[in-house]
């Protein structure tokens, strides 16, 4: 056996794995956005070709959740990278002294989102939640319940944003702070001897060398914070007034409780293209074949 | 000594910034703790206080014997162990394989699995209901983890390739010249010297499916529901019984936060890999 088949053969468990468990399933899925289904098991189905899509694209909800889908994801990414940047830029800034601190900031990257986001739920809570009660007390509100963190439709998909941000700014502080111990120190001399401040030195020299891994973070999450469903749904439920209904819940609830699965299937399967599309498109930017050591 | 790192008198500034960051960044999961050991009308009081006035274990006696809690915890661990080893099976040879034979295949194949990363998980959750259904995996913790090795899997292999990557070819070609095997060659020669990566890869599934919401929901109902399912379910089933409910978030948090101390330099090294590489 040549090498090549050796190597098929290694690989054909996964692959086919991944075929049954993914790609069928998904297959089916777009399969399924060109029917009118019934919720029930077994019930006619009726073929109905892009009826679904253009119902999809018609309906209100559905521009609506696209929109918050875009403006969570932006929220929680921009939020991350910034805190993120500022904790690694610090972790860096006291060299290898802050290791157990490094170890301390990671740990919710291990509790689930759903934890997360019940703890969040709680600790934002209208009557007895202890951040407005904190801020109430530093004299920052007038009042215990000023602010309506979940309940208030114009501001509730940053709140829920709060326990995403919360969970994974960690992530990006870790790659960063990698990114960061491989910046050359010549670089960071010469720019020093040639009288450049730190701002200068940020955004001239080390945010540029640090475009690789910054983009790589930025892509992963930005793709989790899209696909975000549990931080949200233990929150608000996609409420108050639909104000945090971001595609995942909408889909999900389009096919549970609404029982439309073919409906549920368009707007999913529009959402799984342009996840791909913008995933891939950022793909193809970044990772250049040839130019790491792969 | 890093370029960037300070000396002088701005470092004490910066300890202070980091200790006020560090308090906040802890205060939440503190504030849950402490609020387990309240009793269940302090747990509620407004105002809210930060530490309880009288310490109690209520919470936890009463959250741990409900009805399905214990049982729910046994099925998080049952089907996160289940989806760990089929994801380290499925993913070692198939890491392997791409980085030593460095084929066109390969080359798809790891692109096609990092592109499954970014699929929606309802796309995919929806369809397996209706396979499970057809395969009699329905409500058991086998078929739920199944569908959390979807997640799992892309993932490890990436891992898994990264730490293959790093050991020299020689290794293997002197196995062979000593007659071994090529699957010999991985499995007494390479896999030993990956061990590190593998227990990474190992504590990643493992976490991936430990936290997993959505199949969990869209899979199980009564014999294999997961503990995120029960905690969400909480509130509406048992009245505003917040105080059991951080009972059982802390029950449900604590040990994996404990190992991850304990582990931390292999996570570091692989969030660092899995996020650089992809």
Redesign the interface.
């Known amino acids: 056996m040549n090498?090549?088949r050796?190597?098929?053969?290694?690989?054909l468990?996964?692959?086919a794995?991944?075929a049954v468990?993914?790609l069928?399933?998904?297959a089916?899925?777009v399969y399924?956005s060109f029917f009118v289904i019934s919720p029930f098991?077994g019930a006619p189905r009726e073929f109905v070709g892009f009826a679904n899509y253009a119902a999809a694209f018609a309906s209100e909800a559905f521009q609506n959740a696209a929109v918050r889908t875009v403006v969570y994801t932006l929220i929680v990414v921009i939020a991350e990278f910034t805190l993120g940047l500022a904790?690694a830029?610090?972790?860096?800034?006291?060299?290898h002294r802050?290791a157990v601190?490094?170890?301390?900031?990671?740990?919710?990257?291990?509790?689930?989102?759903?934890?997360a986001g019940?703890?969040?739920r709680?600790?934002l809570i209208d009557?007895?939640?202890?951040v407005n009660?904190l801020l109430y007390r530093a004299h920052i509100l007038a009042s215990?319940d000023q602010i309506q963190w979940l309940s208030d439709p114009n501001i509730a998909l940053f709140a829920v944003a709060l326990p995403d941000i919360?969970l994974t700014t960690s992530?990006i502080t870790?790659?960063l702070f990698?990114?960061?111990?491989n910046?050359?120190?010549e670089v960071?001399?010469a720019a020093r001897i040639d009288g450049a401040r730190y701002p200068r030195l940020l955004f001239s020299i080390?945010i540029p060398l640090l475009r690789?891994?910054i983009a790589?973070?930025l892509i992963?999450r930005g793709?989790d914070a899209?696909?975000a469903?549990?931080i949200i749904?233990?929150q608000t439920d996609g409420g108050p007034q639909g104000s945090t209904t971001t595609?995942?819940l909408l889909?999900?609830r389009t096919?549970t409780r609404f029982g439309d699965?073919g409906l549920?299937?368009a707007m999913?399967?529009v959402?799984?293209f342009v996840?791909?599309a913008v995933?891939?498109a950022a793909?193809m930017l970044i990772?250049r074949p040839g130019s790491t050591?792969? | 000594m890093n370029p960037l790192e300070t000396r002088g008198k701005s470092r004490l500034i910066l300890w202070v910034l980091l200790a006020v960051t560090l308090i906040l960044y802890g205060f939440p999961f503190v504030y849950l703790l402490l609020t387990s050991f309240k009793t269940p009308l302090d747990a509620i009081a407004v105002p809210p206080t930060v530490w309880p006035e009288q310490w109690t274990l209520e919470n936890y006696v009463s959250a741990l014997s409900r009805e399905g809690v214990p049982a729910a915890l046994i099925n998080s661990v049952t089907t996160a162990v289940i989806s760990t080893v089929l994801s380290l099976v499925l993913a070692v040879p198939a890491a392997y394989a791409i980085t030593r034979f460095r084929t066109p295949s390969g080359r798809v194949f790891i692109i096609a699995a990092l592109v499954t990363r970014m699929v929606p998980t309802i796309a995919v959750g929806a369809p397996l209901v209706e396979i499970m259904r057809s395969l009699g995996l329905t409500d058991t913790s086998f078929g739920l983890a199944l569908a959390h090795t979807t997640i799992s899997l892309p993932l490890s292999i990436w891992l898994m390739a990264s730490f293959f990557e790093a050991v020299p070819d020689e290794l293997d070609e002197a196995a062979k010249v000593d007659g071994c095997s090529r699957l010999q060659a991985l499995w007494r020669v390479v896999l030993p010297v990956v061990t590190g990566g593998l227990a990474v890869t190992a504590i990643f599934a493992f976490l991936a499916s430990w936290n997993e919401f959505l199949f969990a929901l869209l899979l199980t109902s009564v014999r294999a529901q997961t503990t995120p399912v029960v905690i969400a379910n909480f509130q509406t089933q048992f009245g505003l019984d917040w105080g059991g409910m951080t009972a059982l978030a802390a029950v449900y948090s604590v040990p994996v936060i404990i190992l991850t101390l304990f582990l931390q330099r292999q996570i570091v090294a692989g969030l660092t890999l899995g996020a650089v590489k992809g």
């Open positions: 090498d090549r050796f190597a098929l053969l290694l690989m468990p996964a692959a794995f991944l468990f993914v069928w399933p998904l089916r899925f399924d098991a904790v830029l610090l972790f860096t800034a006291l060299g802050s601190f490094r170890t301390i900031f990671m740990y919710p990257l291990m509790i689930a989102p759903v934890v019940l703890l969040w709680f600790l009557n007895f939640g202890i009660e215990p919360w992530f870790l790659v990698a990114g960061l111990q910046i050359p120190g960071v001399e080390i690789p891994v790589v973070a992963v793709i899209a696909r469903f549990d749904l233990i595609l995942s889909i999900y096919m699965p549920a299937s999913g399967t959402y799984l996840m791909l995933a891939i793909i990772w050591a792969r």
